[in-house]
């Protein structure tokens, strides 16, 4: 059986490696739009990895206030 620690530990890394995917993706998106490739496809595209990471975001900050942890 896994300890609650560590169970907690494995979803903040499994939510860092999210969060991280999102970022490197935006990263490449933001490159389309600022070089004018396919551009309304890259801006909607950027828009929902930006909703995803707040998505992300907000999660982790709930995760630690359950289980009463600083984020």
Do not use: N, Y
Not at 36 to 58: C, F, I, N, Y
């Amino acid at each position: 059986m896994i300890e609650p620690t560590q169970e907690a530990a494995r979803r903040e890394l499994d939510l860092a490696e999210a969060e991280l995917a999102v970022l490197k993706q935006e990263l490449v998106l933001q490159h389309l739009v600022d070089t004018g490739e396919p551009t309304e496809e890259a801006r909607m595209g950027l828009a929902r990895l930006r909703d995803v990471a707040t998505r992300l975001s907000e999660g982790r900050h709930t995760d630690a206030e359950a289980t009463g942890e600083a984020a």
